[in-house]
Every structure is written in structure tokens, then in C-alpha cells.
């Protein structure tokens, strides 16, 4: 199994960037996918998920209206696009899959938003 995150970056408040996460290794279509993220000095935290066909998706209270998750399953990659960014944003970005008893973490993507 592997999980590829790419897209992070530095970015202005009010600024805009696109996460994708290239996944491998296990039958991507059957299974939901999440983005989670970790900023300094805090836990890591669920930011959104999106179930196997994209059809439900869910998301963290500081993030609903601003970041959108999607699915390209003929790509086997998941994207979370993120607007309106705010400096509380700020953290490495993961990708995660569950498989059986089994969970998954890529390597992360680091965003910064600031001025």
C-alpha cells in the first residue's frame, strides 16, 4: 500500500491550493479515503472523508464550506481542494485509508498559510 501526498505549499491568507493523494498497492475503488492534518504543537486531526463511489462525503466543523474532498478512481487519487485559507490551517496534510484492522498514512504534504 502506498499513499502519495502532493500539492502543499506556502500560500497567503484568503489563498487557495489543491492536495492530491496518488494511492497504490489495494483496490482503490472499493474504499473510503480520508484527509487528515497535524499542525505544531497539536494532534492530528480528521478534516474530511469521502466513501468509495464520492457519492457522501464529511467534514471537520473549521473546515466545511471552504475545503471540498473528491475521487478520481479511474486515477486511483483523492483530492481535497482548500479556499479562504486561514493561518490556523497551517499543518502537514495526510492522506489515510483503512484496510480491514489496518490503517494507512502517506508521508504528508506540509501547507503554510501566512503573509
Known amino acids: 500500500v502506498q499513499l502519495v501526498e502532493s500539492g502543499g505549499g506556502l500560500v497567503q491568507p484568503g489563498g487557495s491550493l489543491r492536495l492530491s493523494c496518488a494511492a497504490s498497492g489495494f483496490a482503490f475503488s472499493i474504499h473510503a479515503m480520508g484527509w487528515y492534518r497535524q499542525g505544531p504543537g497539536k494532534e492530528r486531526e480528521l478534516v474530511a472523508t469521502?466513501?468509495?463511489?464520492?457519492?457522501?462525503?464529511n467534514y471537520a466543523d473549521s473546515v466545511k464550506g471552504r475545503f471540498t474532498i473528491s475521487r478520481d478512481n479511474a486515477k486511483n487519487t483523492v483530492y481535497l481542494e482548500m479556499n479562504s485559507l486561514k493561518p490556523e490551517d497551517t499543518a502537514v496534510y495526510y492522506c489515510?485509508?483503512?484496510?480491514?484492522?489496518?490503517?494507512?498514512w502517506g508521508q504528508g504534504t506540509q501547507v503554510t498559510v501566512s503573509s
Open positions: 489515510y485509508v483503512k484496510l480491514g484492522y489496518l490503517g494507512y
Open positions: 469521502i466513501t468509495n463511489t464520492g457519492s457522501n462525503t
